[in-house]
């Protein structure tokens, strides 16, 4: 049977906003093994970005519990047991393309990493943009390298909000695949919030939510693997 690598309990997010609060995850429950891929989908605003904000470790819940049992303790996820591809890419604006993938290996006190960096950008087809600085890169670009920064010290985990919202569906379904079968390579874990049915379609699992919940979450695609 497949490493626990997290658990969820009856999470539970809220924001005090000024005219009330607003739970953003309401009672959500699961567990991710190693190697297992899902999808969270539903509308904007039903709380994607925090889930995962919580499954990363980059939030902490109102109630509830989240616990890492196959990756360690909430300060020392990331960048080695967890990456993160965050909306609209993130990269550092005053460093190249292989400078950002570098990052996480430099905060990390590891050794080599620009050939590292060069192979995470190969692995998504960008190493010819290495020296380009985020300026000069389409936002499907940055995308690509976001993502190559997100596996560059091989977690166990990716979670990726939106990681292809700024490709064309050829450029979404090659991302995904690269992304997949460096996942199957790896036995790595893989969380995307999407709101491309196409993307959903390639993972193991979709979790759908609406207002918070999970409405349903064990839906299995109709296709999947890298087709
Ligand atoms: N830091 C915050 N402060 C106040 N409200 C917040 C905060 N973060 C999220 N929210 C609210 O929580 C709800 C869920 O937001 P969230 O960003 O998780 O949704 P989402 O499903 O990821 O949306 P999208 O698909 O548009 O990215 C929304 O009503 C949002 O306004």
Redesign the pocket.
């Known amino acids: 049977m497949a490493r626990t690598l997290l658990v969820g309990a009856d999470l539970w997010r809220s924001?005090q906003?000024e005219r009330g609060v607003?739970s953003?995850v309401q009672g959500c429950s699961f567990k991710i093994s190693a190697g297992e891929n899902i999808a969270i989908m539903?509308p904007?605003?039903?709380?994607?970005?925090?889930?995962l904000n919580l499954i990363a470790g980059l939030d902490i819940p109102s109630s509830g519990q989240v616990e890492w049992p196959g990756l360690g303790s909430s300060d020392t996820l990331r960048p080695e047991r967890i990456g993160v591809v965050f909306?609209s890419a993130n990269l550092m604006p005053a460093l190249t393309a292989v400078e950002n993938v570098k990052l996480p290996i430099l905060l990390g006190n590891g050794c080599e990493a620009h050939a590292r960096a060069l192979t995470a950008l190969a692995t998504f087809g960008v190493e010819l943009l290495a020296p380009k600085l985020p300026e000069q890169l389409s936002g499907g670009q940055a995308e690509r390298i976001a993502v190559a920064r997100a596996i560059v010290t091989d977690p166990e985990l990716i979670v990726a909000d939106?990681p292809t919202g700024q490709l064309d569906q050829a450029g979404a379904a090659i991302l995904v695949d690269r992304l997949l079968a460096w996942g199957r390579q790896t036995g790595s874990a893989i969380v995307v919030?999407t709101?491309d049915e196409r993307v959903a379609a390639k993972m193991n699992r979709i979790w759908r939510?609406r207002h918070g919940k999970f409405e349903s979450m064990d839906e299995r695609p109709a296709c999947t693997g890298a087709g």
Not at 44 to 51: E, F, N, P, Y
């Open positions: 924001f906003r607003v953003a539903g904007s605003g039903c709380g994607k970005t925090t889930l909306q939106e919030a709101h939510m």
